[in-house]
């Protein structure tokens, strides 16, 4: 019998003691999710505990006794089942609790998550509405934080040149005070724990102010603050700002469930700023798509009369030659052709300039040339203009210019031609025109060469000046109609002034001037090298002196107006001309007697075959004149790689349409047989 009753007392004693730890651990779980617990508690330690603490000393007492009694009675068998049966009782009361707690707890859970998903729910609908973003963000800041239970709640954007984050948007109560207006921003240094905190573990969580002692972030301790959890926010893997919660009256203890609730509403407001900013890029975009639209609308529109201009002055003054018996008038109308035709030319020119621009194909030829002489071709150019309107014209060059420099002499004398005709077309008559050139510094193998181009006309704004190299547009909308041209002049100079390594920059006031300023990069010749432009210009000079009649040339030409062009430029030459109407002709022309040509002047686009697939041909021949022929193309494409194409197909050159004597010439002279002996002999 006291083997039983001391069983019985111990079993008891385990079930105890199980149900103690069991209930305890339960009620540590309880404790760390239930801020409200406090009298729950109170209770479960008062009678619970109690009763356990109860029971477990009454079975020590009554192992104790049994121990020592030599006999056991039948009232303690009977003390003894009531503390066995107590502590069954009380075990299963202690798991009767812990489901009770169980369920309390799923229930506050399952509320805490339906509040979570109202409050979710509500910030995403706010921004479903149609109103500014400027409205809705601070709507969404209200039911956050007042679900929150905070103070203040706010949206900073992060500035990465300043390295501050300033407030945007907000919400506060009647405790709170306003962050906007410059007041709240706060620097960013990387010895600030509460950014690096953020940065690292995806949050800031100051639970009392008195934990920040860095003097950057004075401002918590000038409004008061005593809490505050921040919440990144980062856009496509890019930090943007932060989602902050304050509170200004008492500290606040930021529990996982807030924190965790704080990421959702940052990564909702993360949604809705991408989704604005991709919208606002969107606008921005269609704005400036709308612009270029109507920039391109108005150039159209000046192409179209800039076109039909010198046409008009074509078509009209070649009816009036037509008409006309006087020689004198005759000729006078053949001037008026010629300035039209030239106009008109470069009015082409441009155009296919800014299409190799916008394909950025446009690329530099460099070679030697004299800069002195370049400089003289180019006033003689402007010069019948200047004379025109009586300017005055000064030029400066310094003296210790190099003779002979390296860069490409037609794309400088564009820049050049051009800024000297804008200054000669807006500076009135009796005005002066000034050009200087200056060398800034010499290095090894190079120099930086300055321009200047000044005159006294009638001056550009400071709002005009912001149009002045964009393509399409023209610092005023008038100018065209008063002074004509495409707008596309100085968009294209600026583009080979950058090319060639240097830029190019205006200084102005209206009614004073203008003054075009421009550097470029030159390359020095380490040895003596020829200047390649007074060979051009030789030849310039030699197409009307020229005896070309000991030179035989094929010409293969579909147009036959161009074979008329072509037949009268070269009479008074000499040369000996066969022509070909077409590829398959000028082939047959070719092999029925290669040696029979010196040089073959070949158009690309002829019916049949085209010029590259007749010159690969004739390469093939087998006949040694077929090997060393020049050919040189004769066609209106004159895009680097257009030209590039002509000489991988076997041609040794290129002319552009239209044609110009000068440079066919030039061709004779260079390609001729006494040209190629005396470079055999060299």
Same mark, same amino acid.
């Given at each position: 019998?006291?083997?039983? /009753?001391?069983?019985?007392?111990?079993?008891?004693?385990?079930?105890?003691?199980?149900?103690?730890?069991?209930?305890?651990?339960?009620?540590?779980?309880?404790?760390? =999710?239930?801020?409200?617990?406090?009298?729950?508690?109170?209770?479960? !330690?008062?009678? /619970?505990?109690?009763?356990?603490?109860?029971?477990?000393?009454?079975?020590?007492?009554?192992?104790?006794?049994?121990?020592?009694?030599?006999?056991?009675?039948?009232?303690?068998?009977?003390?003894?089942?009531?503390?066995?049966?107590?502590?069954?009782?009380?075990?299963?009361?202690?798991?009767?609790?812990?489901?009770?707690?169980?369920?309390?707890?799923?229930?506050?859970?399952?509320?805490?998550?339906?509040?979570?998903?109202?409050?979710?729910?509500?910030?995403?609908?706010?921004?479903?509405?149609?109103?500014?973003?400027?409205?809705?963000?601070?709507?969404?800041?209200?039911?956050?934080?007042?679900?929150?239970?905070?103070?203040?709640?706010?949206?900073?954007?992060?500035?990465?040149?300043?390295?501050?984050?300033? /407030?945007?948007?907000?919400?506060?109560?009647?405790?709170?005070?306003?962050?906007?207006?410059?007041? @709240?921003?706060?620097?960013?240094?990387?010895?600030?724990?509460?950014?690096?905190?953020?940065?690292?573990?995806?949050?800031?969580?100051?639970?009392?102010?008195? =934990?920040?002692?860095?003097?950057?972030?004075?401002?918590?301790?000038?409004?008061?603050?005593?809490?505050?959890?921040?919440?990144?926010?980062?856009?496509?893997?890019?930090?943007?700002?932060?989602?902050?919660?304050?509170?200004?009256?008492?500290?606040?203890?930021?529990?996982?469930?807030?924190?965790?609730?704080?990421?959702?509403?940052?990564?909702?407001?993360?949604?809705?700023?991408?989704?604005?900013?991709?919208?606002?890029?969107?606008?921005?975009?269609? #704005?400036?798509?709308?612009?270029?639209?109507?920039?391109?609308?108005?150039?159209?529109?000046?192409?179209?009369?800039?076109?039909?201009?010198?046409?008009?002055?074509?078509?009209?003054?070649?009816?009036?030659?037509?008409?006309?018996?006087?020689?004198?008038?005759?000729?006078?109308?053949?001037?008026?052709?010629?300035?039209?035709?030239?106009?008109?030319?470069?009015?082409?020119?441009?155009?296919?300039?800014?299409?190799?621009?916008?394909?950025?194909?446009?690329?530099?030829?460099?070679?030697?040339?004299?800069?002195?002489?370049?400089?003289?071709?180019?006033?003689?150019?402007?010069?019948?203009?200047?004379?025109?309107?009586?300017?005055?014209?000064?030029?400066?060059?310094?003296?210790?210019?190099?003779?002979?420099?390296?860069?490409?002499?037609?794309?400088?004398?564009?820049?050049?031609?051009?800024?000297?005709?804008?200054?000669?077309?807006?500076?009135?008559?009796?005005?002066?025109?000034?050009?200087?050139?200056?060398? &800034?510094?010499?290095?090894?193998?190079? /120099?930086?060469?300055?321009?200047?181009?000044?005159?006294? @006309?009638?001056?550009?704004?400071?709002?005009?000046?912001?149009?002045?190299?964009?393509?399409?547009?023209?610092?005023?909308?008038?100018? !065209?109609?008063?002074?004509?041209?495409?707008?596309?002049?100085?968009?294209?100079?600026?583009?080979?002034?950058?090319?060639?390594?240097?830029?190019?920059?205006?200084?102005?006031?209206?009614?004073?001037?203008?003054?075009?300023?421009?550097?470029?990069?030159?390359? &020095?010749? =380490?040895?003596?090298?020829?200047?390649?432009?007074?060979?051009?210009?030789?030849?310039?000079?030699?197409?009307?002196?020229?005896?070309? !009649?000991?030179?035989?040339?094929?010409?293969?030409?579909?147009?036959?107006?161009?074979?008329?062009?072509?037949?009268?430029?070269?009479?008074?030459?000499?040369?000996?001309?066969?022509?070909?109407?077409?590829?398959?002709?000028?082939?047959?022309?070719?092999?029925?007697?290669?040696?029979?040509?010196?040089?073959?002047?070949?158009?690309?686009?002829?019916?049949?075959?085209?010029?590259?697939?007749?010159?690969?041909?004739?390469?093939?021949?087998?006949?040694?004149?077929?090997?060393?022929?020049?050919?040189?193309?004769?066609?209106?494409?004159?895009?680097?790689?257009?030209?590039?194409?002509?000489?991988?197909?076997?041609?040794?050159?290129?002319?552009?349409?239209?044609?110009?004597?000068?440079?066919?010439? #030039?061709?004779?002279? =260079?390609?001729?047989?006494?040209?190629?002996?005396?470079?055999?002999?060299?």
């Amino acid at each position: 019998m006291q083997i039983v /009753c001391i069983l019985l007392v111990a079993v008891g004693a385990g079930i105890m003691t199980y149900s103690i730890l069991k209930f305890y651990k339960a009620l540590k779980e309880l404790k760390t =999710q239930m801020k409200t617990g406090k009298l729950l508690d109170s209770w479960i !330690s008062g009678v /619970c505990l109690g009763m356990m603490i109860f029971f477990l000393i009454g079975y020590a007492a009554n192992i104790v006794i049994y121990s020592f009694k030599s006999t056991i009675t039948s009232q303690d068998m009977l003390i003894a089942l009531i503390f066995f049966f107590g502590a069954i009782f009380v075990f299963v009361m202690v798991g009767m609790v812990r489901r009770m707690f169980s369920s309390m707890m799923d229930k506050m859970d399952l509320k805490k998550r339906l509040r979570q998903e109202e409050l979710m729910s509500a910030i995403s609908k706010c921004f479903t509405a149609t109103e500014d973003i400027k409205i809705l963000i601070p709507k969404a800041l209200k039911i956050s934080g007042e679900h929150m239970g905070v103070n203040h709640a706010f949206l900073s954007k992060y500035s990465g040149e300043s390295n501050t984050l300033e /407030c945007l948007y907000e919400w506060y109560d009647e405790k709170a005070c306003s962050f906007i207006n410059g007041k @709240g921003k706060w620097p960013i240094t990387q010895d600030m724990q509460i950014f690096n905190d953020m940065f690292t573990k995806g949050y800031a969580a100051v639970e009392d102010y008195s =934990q920040l002692i860095h003097p950057n972030f004075k401002i918590v301790k000038d409004y008061n603050i005593r809490a505050f959890l921040n919440i990144p926010i980062e856009i496509s893997g890019k930090f943007w700002g932060i989602l902050g919660f304050i509170f200004y009256d008492s500290p606040a203890e930021w529990s996982e469930s807030n924190i965790h609730l704080g990421k959702l509403i940052a990564g909702i407001f993360s949604g809705v700023i991408k989704r604005n900013m991709a919208e606002e890029e969107l606008i921005l975009a269609k #704005e400036i798509a709308e612009q270029a639209s109507r920039s391109k609308g108005n150039f159209l529109s000046r192409m179209s009369h800039e076109m039909r201009t010198p046409m008009n002055a074509v078509i009209g003054m070649t009816r009036i030659g037509l008409s006309s018996h006087d020689l004198q008038r005759k000729d006078y109308c053949l001037g008026k052709i010629e300035l039209a035709s030239t106009h008109l030319l470069g009015v082409i020119n441009d155009v296919l300039d800014m299409s190799k621009i916008e394909a950025n194909k446009l690329e530099l030829s460099c070679s030697g040339f004299s800069l002195e002489k370049m400089l003289s071709r180019v006033i003689n150019v402007v010069n019948f203009q200047i004379e025109e309107k009586q300017l005055h014209l000064t030029l400066s060059v310094d003296s210790d210019i190099p003779e002979i420099i390296i860069s490409d002499e037609q794309r400088l004398s564009q820049v050049l031609t051009n800024l000297l005709g804008n200054a000669i077309k807006f500076t009135p008559h009796g005005g002066t025109v000034f050009l200087f050139v200056h060398k &800034l510094r010499e290095e090894e193998g190079a /120099c930086t060469l300055q321009f200047e181009i000044k005159d006294t @006309g009638i001056g550009i704004s400071a709002e005009q000046m912001q149009k002045l190299f964009s393509p399409f547009e023209q610092a005023d909308g008038s100018i !065209s109609r008063r002074y004509g041209g495409t707008g596309l002049g100085l968009v294209i100079s600026k583009q080979i002034v950058e090319l060639m390594k240097g830029e190019i920059r205006v200084n102005s006031a209206v009614g004073v001037g203008t003054s075009f300023i421009f550097d470029i990069c030159a390359g &020095l010749p =380490q040895d003596p090298v020829q200047d390649t432009s007074s060979m051009a210009g030789d030849a310039a000079g030699a197409s009307e002196r020229q005896d070309f !009649s000991h030179v035989k040339i094929l010409v293969a030409e579909d147009i036959e107006i161009n074979r008329e062009i072509m037949e009268a430029l070269l009479e008074p030459t000499g040369v000996s001309i066969d022509f070909a109407v077409d590829g398959s002709t000028a082939y047959e022309q070719f092999s029925a007697d290669p040696s029979a040509y010196d040089i073959v002047f070949m158009d690309i686009h002829m019916p049949k075959i085209n010029g590259y697939e007749v010159t690969k041909m004739i390469r093939r021949l087998e006949h040694p004149s077929a090997k060393t022929v020049p050919i040189i193309a004769m066609t209106a494409d004159v895009f680097r790689e257009d030209i590039e194409k002509c000489i991988k197909a076997g041609m040794n050159d290129h002319v552009g349409k239209p044609l110009d004597i000068d440079k066919i010439t #030039e061709k004779l002279i =260079q390609y001729s047989p006494q040209a190629c002996a005396s470079h055999d002999l060299a």
